[in-house]
């Protein structure tokens, strides 16, 4: 009777929930807490613990981030009609203006549309800093977190290596933005508004030399990212796996008794923390979605509407202003191409940690 007794309360014991999430001792909510006010009013109703889905989770924020673009459009669209303006007043007063002073009416307009252009250009890069910024900050909670549940599903080596080299790269990318990349752009403003106004063909070179280096350190930037990663994915995984099984084997034949049972849970505790790896991943790209998607869009409105602007005024502008316009466009190319590179390095980021222990 007292085996039977036992046996029940054994079996009752078994139907219990399990709560494997709790145990494997990763603060997840940092990931909900940490997040910037407009990127919380972009993210949808989700939880680092309901496993969340990726496509659902992104098509919410960008149909959120849709919806409150319309002030940006607005401004873009008052830009475009100015710049429009100053573009054919210009044409009108080179065609009813004394040949020689065609220069002065070129130079006029140049500083004119320069400077109804860098007011908006300057409110673009202080939303592309400040999102640069937010993204920097929240990979700071957020790759810590990913590292240490890829960790505890056994790929330490790639853990540490994944972790290590995203915060150096963001960090460096971070740095190169705010303090060379930026700058730089404003310089090529600079240069390209006096190549329109003094129609000068070393200016031009200088130009096309600024925009060559900040393309260029862009992608030298993330092909070094993405070399690096493809060399941790294959040295690092090889690594754990090994690292894993030389650790099960250790616990299994030198624990007494108990070696084999801790063996067989260490399986166990490695799938839990694994889909909770992957859920944490799921967020973390959500939430670095919800953090770049609206100033992306904003920056990416500017620069659809330059492209426009500079076509339209092809048919009625002088041909320095209308090449000013499309360099104006070309810069603002330049900051949402910085934009998208530190968004695209944490999400790749974020995907080498959700498949390093697949």
Not at 199 to 213: F, H, N
Not at 338 to 345: A, I, K, R, Y
């Amino acid at each position: 009777m007292k085996r039977v007794v036992l046996l029940l309360f054994l079996l009752l014991v078994l139907t219990l929930p399990v709560r494997a999430a709790e145990d494997i001792g990763i603060d997840t909510d940092v990931l909900e807490q940490e997040l910037p006010e407009e990127a919380q009013e972009m993210m949808p109703e989700l939880s680092v613990q309901e496993n969340p889905e990726l496509w659902l989770g992104a098509k919410s924020v960008i149909v959120r981030a849709l919806a409150k673009t319309d002030g940006s459009l607005k401004r873009g669209l008052r830009l475009c009609a100015i710049l429009i303006g100053l573009v054919t007043l210009c044409s009108v007063a080179d065609m009813s203006s004394v040949s020689k002073f065609g220069g002065a009416v070129s130079a006029a307009g140049a500083l004119g549309i320069c400077a109804a252009f860098i007011g908006e250009f300057h409110a673009m890069v202080s939303l592309a800093q400040d999102t640069i910024q937010s993204l920097s900050d929240y990979s700071a909670c957020m790759l810590p977190v990913l590292a240490s549940a890829a960790a505890m599903s056994g790929n330490l080596n790639a853990a540490a290596a994944l972790h290590a080299g995203t915060l150096l790269f963001s960090e460096l990318l971070m740095h190169l933005i705010c303090r060379l990349l930026i700058p730089g752009v404003f310089f090529y403003l600079a240069v390209a508004t006096a190549e329109a106004a003094l129609s000068s063909d070393a200016l031009k070179e200088l130009r096309e030399l600024i925009g060559w280096l900040i393309s260029k350190s862009l992608r030298i930037m993330v092909y070094i990212f993405l070399a690096f990663l493809s060399v941790t994915g294959v040295i690092g995984g090889a690594a754990d796996a090994v690292a894993v099984k030389t650790t099960k084997a250790a616990m299994s034949g030198m624990v007494p008794v108990v070696g084999g049972m801790i063996s067989d849970a260490s399986e166990t505790l490695l799938a839990g923390a694994s889909v909770i790896k992957n859920s944490i991943g799921v967020f973390g790209m959500i939430a670095i979605l919800s953090i770049c998607i609206l100033p992306f869009l904003k920056v990416g409105i500017q620069y659809l509407l330059l492209k426009v602007t500079a076509a339209v005024s092809g048919t009625v502008g002088l041909k320095p202003h209308i090449a000013l316009l499309k360099n104006f466009s070309t810069a603002m190319g330049y900051l949402l191409a910085m934009c998208g590179t530190c968004s695209l390095l944490l999400l790749i980021s974020s995907v080498c940690f959700i498949k390093v222990v697949v």
